[in-house]
Antibody, heavy 121, light 108 residues
Framework: QVQLVQSGAEVKKPGASVKVSCKAS????????ISWVRQAPGQGLEWMGW????????NSVQKFQGRVTMTTDTSTTTAYMELRGLRSDDTAVYYC??????????????WGQGTLVTVSS | EIVLTQSPGTLSLSPGERATLSCRAS???????LAWYQQKPGQAPRLLTY???GRATGIPDRFSVSGSGTDFTLTIRRLEPEDFAVYYC?????????FGQGTKVEIK
């Protein structure tokens, strides 16, 4: 069955970087995009960007451009999201999600369990 | 960039009642690119519906979607205890995948 398993919680100081991993299994990794979504405490979902494992194409929200790097390792079917220059308002749960499309419909059908990143001095 | 505005912010209803959740887009979107997600406390979001009539695996038919253009509605026909959660609409755009801010359905 399809699974996305993320790395564990992280505590970082302001200005540091964090790299979250998302191990995919149960499907052909290169056939589906991976999006990254974050959720600050008590807040809604915020889409950060996505990567196409097939060719490494990425696109991210302008507010994160220059601070976020999304990559994949097809040999281990793992996606990574690195966020640099962490600030306290980057404290959030970070999710990876599989993008799918079927008959012209588009959606995120599987999600990782989330990784809590806490930024604190 | 499309902005999705959900209303109301909170819906207080009793089990068995009908829930009507609104999602309004700042510009016209195709319903084919509209999805709804359910999130319960401490859990990852779960895909609920996609397009005008698609339901994810295991989602009961009391959940339905309607609308076109800029106005969309998620209806939960008769609320079950497990339906009390936060619901998000999402537009799967060509370059961005925008979420609404969510509607919380709470027990009255």
């Amino acid at each position: 069955q399809v699974q996305l398993v993320q790395s564990g919680a992280e505590v970082k100081k302001p200005g540091a970087s964090v790299k979250v991993s998302c191990k995919a299994s149960g499907y052909t990794f290169t056939n589906y995009g991976i999006s990254w979504v974050r959720q600050a405490p008590g807040q809604g979902l915020e889409w950060m960007g996505w990567i196409k494992p097939y060719n490494g194409y990425t696109n991210s929200v302008q507010k994160f451009q220059g601070r976020v790097t999304m990559t994949t390792d097809t040999s281990t079917t793992t996606a990574y999201m690195e966020l640099r220059g962490l600030r306290s308002d980057d404290t959030a749960v970070y999710y990876c999600a599989r993008e799918d499309q079927w008959l012209g419909f588009y959606y995120f059908d599987y999600w990782g369990q989330g990784t809590l990143v806490t930024v604190s001095s | 960039e499309i902005v999705l505005t959900q209303s109301p912010g909170t819906l207080s209803l009793s089990p068995g009642e009908r829930a009507t959740l609104s999602c309004r887009a700042s510009q016209s979107v195709s319903i084919n690119y509209l999805a709804w997600y359910q999130q319960k406390p401490g859990q990852a979001p779960r895909l609920l519906t996609y397009g005008a009539s698609g339901r994810a695996t295991g989602i009961p038919d009391r959940f339905s979607v309607s609308g076109s253009g800029t106005d969309f509605t998620l209806t939960i026909r008769r609320l079950e205890p497990e339906d009390f959660a936060v619901y998000y609409c999402q537009d799967y755009g060509s370059s961005t995948r925008t979420f609404g801010q969510g509607t919380k359905v709470e027990i009255k």
